[in-house]
């Protein structure tokens, strides 16, 4: 089994970002290998082995090619296997973030308290959110000087493409 590519695929399916913004051929940050790094030492590899084998098994079963397939897997691992969903909601949180989440239940009425701990300068400006806010973290940016009185280029553009 190839650890990475069920990796991607996973990530895809939390994500809803297509391969090329997740892994893009041209990869100059790699964040997915210090996120599948930083997934195996946060929540242990022995539970990323086991999320990352379901997932080949239930991927294995779905027929045909699904426009959604990596979404349909994801759907059917939380339903068959939901002790996996909250590390699975983790990543999801270090994707967008590029933060680690801890959460914290104490017992109080509010249901407790989450806290994360930006993984590195690079999660921190390769986090998704800049791209679905439009936006790109402060102090870095690839736009032009003066990008900012033109119209911004569709949503699309910043899902799809890497920045």
């Not at 959460?103 to 800049?130: C, H, K, M, N, R």
Request: aromatic share 12%.
């Amino acid at each position: 089994m190839d650890e990475m590519e069920y990796f991607i695929r996973l990530s895809i399916g939390l994500t809803g970002f297509k391969r090329g913004a997740l892994a893009p051929s041209d990869d100059t940050h790699d964040i997915k290998t210090l996120y599948l790094d930083t997934f195996r030492q946060r929540v242990g590899a022995g539970l990323v082995t086991t999320i990352l084998t379901h997932y080949r098994i239930i991927d294995g079963h779905i027929a045909g090619n699904p426009a959604n397939r990596e979404e349909v897997v994801v759907r059917i691992l939380f339903a068959e296997t939901p002790d996996q969903e909250f590390p699975c909601r983790q990543l999801l949180f270090l994707w967008y973030a590029g933060a680690w989440p801890t959460v914290t239940d104490g017992g109080s009425p509010s249901g407790g308290q989450t806290f994360s701990e930006v993984i590195s300068a690079d999660s921190y400006t390769q986090g998704l959110v800049w791209r679905v806010m439009q936006s790109h973290p402060m102090g870095r940016s690839t736009y032009h000087y003066g990008y900012w009185a033109q119209p911004p280029a569709p949503l699309s553009a910043y899902l799809e493409n890497p920045v």
